[in-house]
């Protein structure tokens, strides 16, 4: 802190001593003009420090990643009272109906000098994903009631332990690893034919920002999360624009399947964000989904054939919740909810598609959409597409008593930050490249959470070699010398004063030199 050294105790009286003596405006005007820049520096000089003292100040301020298991929060403050309290405030930029985020109390011995630290494991709460945005701020009290909040920092949560490519079009970012410059290329190029068809088919024309994480199979994928299920090959996170994939550079076929896949979900979950908690029946989000992929295995709509003529194919009905438990079920489950989605699309048209998804959106329940966009509910559109293809329109008994098998396991019900954001979408690995679900023994099923923070869960990462060491990013506060207004005003008070007390002062010995 700079100090002053001046002695203004006898300053006024002897400069206007010297004003009243003189003989010339010139001379009265010089001096008095001397004495307001002396005035203004003592005031620069003494004011200015004090308004500078600030009660609680930051020593330092970390977060570390850990990803995908934990983040951890680290802040160092010292005041002139001991610190009695510390919270800190946090959340993502992940779509949510809450603006305020979480508050976290920190537990700590309080004093002049204080250490808060506070881990967030992401296995109680919900994986993030690679690209996602986390924010913090802390709120810190001492003793005599003084208050500070820090400024508010972000830091990208991103997947160390990998070196990524990246390439960007229209607003499609591509990252992967393993795979040359051509690879990023076709991704980017498939990302594109499948916005296309959902502007032309869906009638959704204005998708998101969207970022696609390419790892090199399915078990990266469940790496990347926390308590996944071991059929997931490609996972949506709707509320961030981002979706992770597992597709190794030999996989054409599966690449062009996943990609539309995910980036359905992706646009489609925009499209459909809303703080009613509304939502899409599973069988009409995964047909839409499916219905991007254009290139259906002819054996999977053999599958359903044999389905409907052995009367084992399920109501439509009971595909609202979730998809069977077991791998020959779900494979069932997922080609018939895009015959259906195809058939509404092909008979009716992209606009109205878009009328269900946005009559849905705002809080109506499914029956009640599809009678006010097509005129029909859910049994009523199995009927018309079974007598369509020349079926019953009434299932079985058959088909009935298989659907009682139905739960739902394909749907990740994982709560995030808010509890009205979209659960991430699981998009299983094909029969060609797992074997899982082409099987009919029970698919595993995840386990479900209900906790207050962020996304879904998976494995936990198996590396942890110091190859591997996740960065720490510090970030360092200066405070703000004029930011306390308790010591503003006092401050802006007196110079009104003083200068009123200067100029009335000059008025006064003006006027007597003149009389």
Not at 66 to 76: A, C, G, K
Not at 351 to 363: A, I, S
Not at 488 to 503: Q, W, Y
Request: hydrophobic residues 40%; proline residues 6%; contains cysteine.
């Amino acid at each position: 802190m700079m100090r002053c050294t001046y002695r203004i105790t006898s300053i006024p009286f002897g400069y206007f001593s010297q004003l009243v003596h003189r003989k010339t405006k010139r001379e009265i005007v010089s001096k008095f003009t001397k004495f307001i820049y002396l005035i203004s520096l003592i005031i620069a000089c003494y004011a200015i420090p004090l308004s500078a003292q600030s009660p609680i100040e930051i020593d330092e301020e970390n977060v570390t990643i850990d990803f995908p298991d934990s983040i951890t929060f680290e802040l160092s403050v010292e005041g002139e009272a001991n610190i009695e309290n510390g919270t800190l405030v946090y959340g993502t930029n992940g779509r949510s109906c809450q603006e305020a985020g979480s508050k976290q109390a920190i537990d700590f011995d309080p004093g002049r000098s204080v250490d808060l630290s506070w881990e967030w494991e992401l296995k109680r709460s919900g994986s993030l994903p690679p690209g996602a945005e986390i924010w913090w701020e802390w709120e810190i009290e001492d003793a005599d009631g003084n208050i500070m909040t820090t400024e508010r920092q972000t830091q990208l949560v991103l997947d160390e332990r990998y070196a990524w490519r990246t390439l960007e079009e229209d607003g499609v970012v591509v990252n992967w690893i393993i795979g040359n410059e051509a690879f990023g290329e076709s991704i980017l190029l498939i990302a594109a034919e499948a916005l296309a068809l959902i502007a032309n088919d869906m009638g959704v024309t204005e998708p998101p920002d969207i970022d696609i994480w390419v790892y090199p199979s399915g078990a990266e994928v469940r790496d990347a999360l926390v308590y996944s299920s071991e059929w997931a090959g490609g996972v949506a996170f709707s509320d961030y624009g981002i979706t992770i994939v597992g597709i190794a550079p030999d996989q054409d076929d599966w690449k062009r399947q996943v990609v539309p896949h995910e980036l359905v979900h992706l646009v489609v979950g925009e499209l459909m964000f809303n703080c009613y908690g509304a939502g899409l029946p599973v069988w009409l989000n995964e047909g839409l989904a499916r219905y991007a992929e254009t290139n259906i295995e002819a054996r999977s709509l053999d599958q359903l054939q044999t389905a409907l003529e052995a009367g084992k194919l399920p109501p439509l009905k009971t595909l609202a919740g979730g998809f069977s438990a077991y791998g020959g079920g779900a494979s069932l489950a997922y080609t018939q909810s895009y015959v259906m989605v195809k058939y509404l699309i092909d008979e009716y048209g992209a606009d109205q598609m878009l009328d269900l998804l946005n009559t849905v959106k705002e809080g109506n329940l499914i029956d009640d959409a599809l009678e006010s966009v097509y005129g029909f509910d859910t049994a009523g559109l199995d009927a018309q597409w079974r007598e369509t293809v020349g079926f019953a329109a009434t299932p079985t008994l058959a088909s009935d008593a298989l659907a009682a098998q139905a739960t739902p396991t394909m749907i990740a019900t994982i709560a995030l930050v808010n509890p009205l954001a979209s659960p991430p979408t699981l998009t299983p690995v094909p029969a060609t490249i797992s074997p899982v679900i082409a099987t009919d023994e029970p698919a595993p099923t995840p386990e479900l959470t209900a906790t207050s923070a962020s996304s879904v869960d998976n494995t936990v990462i198996s590396d942890s070699s110091d190859d591997f060491a996740t960065p720490v990013a510090t970030v360092e506060t200066m405070p703000d010398p004029l930011a306390d207004d308790s010591n503003r005003l006092p401050l802006i008070v007196v110079a009104v004063l003083v200068v009123g007390l200067l100029i009335g002062s000059f008025a006064f010995f003006l006027g007597k030199r003149r009389s």
